[in-house]
């Protein structure tokens, strides 16, 4: 039985009355499988209370070279987050609204446990125009074997469909497959 969660992420951003729309929405992504979905109202809350989130979207914006005042800071978007019941695979995808488009991505890897052998855990990242998805394969292991996990952070950065074009040297094309794929300790992340 494939299990199914819905929840939105707020696109925590810079935006002002004269930018009602921004050209970009930048998107900051904790995937670890074993973490438990945040509602909407923690991420808002928390965004909120913490100077580091609008550190983030700065850091991004210069990190893609986009001027932070055209970053949108209302854009929601949705994320659905499954695991099929028995399976080792956990997929996080990213759908942008309809009036955005896959931009780029920059992934930073942390823990992956086990980290070396046949059954290391491995994490891949897929680029579509309308989505993004963070996938991990985490081993179930025996009694006393400790656990198994994948531990990942990525910038995804969308930009409105109209503006594409006016972005083309700072946006990356989705390549509507597997970007990046790790296995253990040779995760390392990158730019995508």
Request: glycine share 10%; with cysteine.
């Amino acid at each position: 039985m494939k299990s199914t969660f819905l929840s939105a992420l707020f696109f925590c951003g810079i935006g002002t009355a004269a930018l009602a729309q921004g050209d970009f929405a930048v998107q900051r992504v904790h995937f670890n499988p074993q973490m438990k979905p945040r509602e909407i109202l923690d991420v808002a809350v928390e965004c909120a209370k913490d100077k580091i989130c609008s550190t983030v979207i700065n850091t991004a914006a210069a990190w893609a070279g986009i001027d932070p005042k055209l970053i949108d800071g209302a854009v929601f978007i949705g994320s659905r987050i499954s695991h099929q019941s028995g399976s080792e695979e956990t997929y996080q995808t990213l759908q942008f609204p309809s009036d955005y488009t896959y931009c780029k991505t920059r992934l930073s890897c942390g823990a992956v446990i086990p980290g070396s052998g046949d059954r290391a855990s491995k994490f891949w990242l897929v680029t579509r125009r309308d989505e993004v998805t963070f996938a991990a394969w985490t081993p179930k292991k025996g009694f006393g074997g400790g656990r198994s996990l994948v531990d990942v952070t990525g910038d995804v950065v969308a930009v409105r469909a109209d503006k594409l074009a006016k972005y083309k040297d700072v946006c990356s094309t989705p390549k509507e497959n597997t970007v990046y794929e790790c296995r253990g300790k040779n995760c390392s992340g990158g730019t995508y």
